[in-house]
């Protein structure tokens, strides 16, 4: 069995006020399709943009992702829900995605997503393995029945937002030939 010793423990670099930056958000090309984002030090409410748009900037091109959220050291609500926009972003485009988590977010996880809706796995070789083996189609969008006047969503077919809408869609979302505006 083969083992590495260092002498000193491998330290990454934290921007000012230990937030996550674009410095903070690395990608890496697994394959053709497949891209491996990474973040490392802390999410909170002031950096959780930061990751999303990080994540959103690496995916561009690619099938599927591996989210490794394994380094951070510290990971609030406000990063649950940039990974509910991967989620939901990620179906919308047919893309395939697992996360990797850490501690900190696995804890957040634990409260979260108690059902264990986000597809995740405890390394980066299991996610690829998974992303692999549960191929993501885009979803087939259809108009609503007569009668419906709005989707699970809350998006009328006028355009306009219901009071069981939500705000900041990740993608264009369709409703029948309306976009909204």
Do not use: K
Request: hydrophobic share 40%.
């Amino acid at each position: 069995m083969l083992v590495a010793h260092t002498t000193r423990p491998i330290a990454f670099p934290r921007p000012a006020g230990n937030h996550i930056g674009y410095d903070m958000v690395r990608a890496r090309e697994l394959s053709s399709t497949t891209v491996l984002v990474t973040a490392v030090g802390e999410v909170d409410a002031a950096s959780a943009a930061d990751l999303s748009e990080g994540i959103a900037r690496h995916l561009s091109g690619y099938r599927q992702l591996v989210l490794d959220l394994s380094r951070l050291v510290f990971f609030a609500a406000a990063g649950y829900s940039v990974l509910h926009r991967v989620h939901s972003g990620c179906a919308l485009a047919g893309i395939g995605w697992v996360l990797v988590p850490g501690p900190e977010v696995a804890r957040l996880l634990r409260v979260c997503d108690p059902d264990g809706i986000l597809p995740t796995a405890p390394n980066i070789v299991s996610a690829v393995a998974r992303n692999w083996r549960e191929p993501t189609r885009p979803p087939e969008l259809s108009t609503l029945p007569p009668g419906t006047d709005h989707c699970s969503c809350g998006i009328l077919p006028s355009g306009e937002t219901s009071a069981l809408g939500r705000r900041g869609l990740p993608w264009p979302h369709r409703v029948g030939n309306s976009m909204p505006r």
